[in-house]
């Protein structure tokens, strides 16, 4: 296989950012080399230095003036809902049995799961984002579907069939012996398989009776390398109605504490309205809070407090995420615009270091992934985005008065979408371009 060689200014991150200003927290090539061969980076540096060690009929790629970075990381998203996304509802819970749950119903049919596979796969790439933590539906066509697809394209892809046995249409329900059996069987077909990692996926407490939970909770046990996600605290009629479901346990939190699923590969959804002693048990944990702007804006769920979390004295671990189709936008950048824009309803500030940090070495971190997707280290997936801050006539105008890195990473994520974006690399091939 040929060697390939982009050529440009090279970004990612080494620890996250602790002012505008820290230069220290990432690495900047104004003129780099990123060496790819065999689906990994093999070399990074400064051009003439990479370009020197590269192999005689290199494949090179000049990308100046734009910047070269990790590709984008989404922590949250639902396959099934690409049709749902502009979807008008009050709230959480009408748009879910309005919308959702109706549309998740057509993934018994393996053919339609394998086209809006397709869709998906290709809005992703579309808006840099080379590695996302999915929901499928309930059923196993779905989740079936999902992988395969990445298994094709060679993306590094998490994912995982709901689990849910009651509170949605008979469509869109299994029992808790078809909840883990069917889960097995995606584990043994799919996880390890190309660059897939299966994940346990009981969607939330209020679709999942006892015995599920306690399903649930057998699979955890035997495969405690599996992330687990699924959803809590995002609306507050949501979080009674839990409640109300479990009476014996503490909070919301403590539903899936006392199933064993609070850990430190367990990714929860929103965390909105959480209490301090349900941060105190996530931060003890190391559970992870996966943060969906637009989501949140969108189902008017609430202000996430992402800086408030972060600074604790016990800090809970961030993700953040798009979550279509509740979420508006498939693009990280956007998503990242609307977390600026909800802290600063809550007079916190959240800087563009901060914000391309969490959408790529951060959520890479929060995966307990950073070995293989969030930087340009050497070693790592050939997973690369190229991002243009003058793609639109507006952003160039703009740019004629940018002096610094982080105004143009300001201006990307405040202007920037899906035409931001020049090119994604997936494992060191050009995927973008081959959507045209």
Not at 104 to 123: G, K, M, N
Not at 290 to 310: I, Q
Request: overall charge negative.
């Amino acid at each position: 296989m040929t060697q390939t060689l982009l050529r440009g200014r090279l970004l990612s991150f080494v620890r996250a950012p602790r002012s505008l200003t820290d230069s220290e927290s990432y690495r900047y090539e104004t003129d780099g080399g990123l060496l790819m061969d065999k689906g990994l980076i093999v070399e990074i540096g400064p051009y003439s230095e990479v370009k020197a060690k590269a192999e005689a009929g290199v494949v090179e790629i000049d990308h100046r003036p734009h910047l070269i970075m990790p590709g984008f990381i989404d922590m949250h998203l639902h396959f099934p809902q690409m049709q749902v996304i502009a979807s008008y509802a009050a709230n959480l819970l009408e748009w879910l049995n309005t919308y959702t749950f109706p549309e998740e119903c057509r993934f018994v049919e393996s053919a339609h799961a394998q086209r809006i596979a397709t869709h998906f796969y290709d809005e992703l790439i579309r808006h840099g984002t080379t590695t996302a933590v999915a929901y499928c539906s309930v059923h196993k066509t779905s989740a079936d579907a999902f992988f395969a697809e990445a298994m094709r394209r060679d993306m590094r892809m998490v994912g995982g069939k709901v689990m849910m046995d009651r509170n949605a249409p008979q469509g869109l329900l299994d029992t808790p012996r078809m909840g883990y059996d069917e889960t097995r069987e995606i584990i043994a077909d799919w996880h390890g398989k190309g660059r897939n990692h299966v994940a346990i996926t009981p969607r939330f407490a209020i679709t999942s009776t006892p015995e599920q939970m306690e399903a649930t909770q057998a699979l955890a046990r035997e495969f405690p390398d599996l992330h687990i996600q699924t959803h809590l605290s995002e609306n507050h009629d949501e979080i009674k109605f839990t409640c109300e479901l479990y009476p014996e346990a503490i909070d919301y939190t403590d539903i899936y504490a006392r199933y064993g699923l609070l850990g430190d590969k367990t990714l929860f959804g929103h965390c909105i309205h959480l209490s301090e002693r349900e941060a105190d048990a996530m931060s003890e944990a190391g559970a992870i809070a996966v943060h969906c702007p637009t989501s949140n804006l969108f189902l008017g769920s609430g202000l996430f407090p992402l800086k408030a979390l972060m600074r604790r004295d016990r800090p809970v671990r961030i993700g953040v995420a798009t979550d279509i189709g509740g979420g508006s936008s498939y693009s990280m950048l956007r998503t990242m615009d609307e977390a600026y824009k909800i802290q600063q309803l809550l007079a916190e500030r959240l800087n563009p270091l901060e914000s391309y940090y969490l959408m790529t070495l951060g959520n890479a971190l929060s995966l307990s992934l950073a070995d293989h997707i969030g930087t340009l280290d050497k070693g790592t997936d050939a997973d690369v985005v190229v991002l243009d801050a003058a793609a639109t006539p507006a952003m160039a105008l703009k740019m004629e008065v940018v002096k610094t890195l982080p105004e143009e990473l300001f201006l990307l994520q405040t202007m920037g979408d899906d035409r931001a974006i020049v090119e994604t690399y997936v494992a060191g091939a050009a995927a973008k371009g081959a959507l045209r």
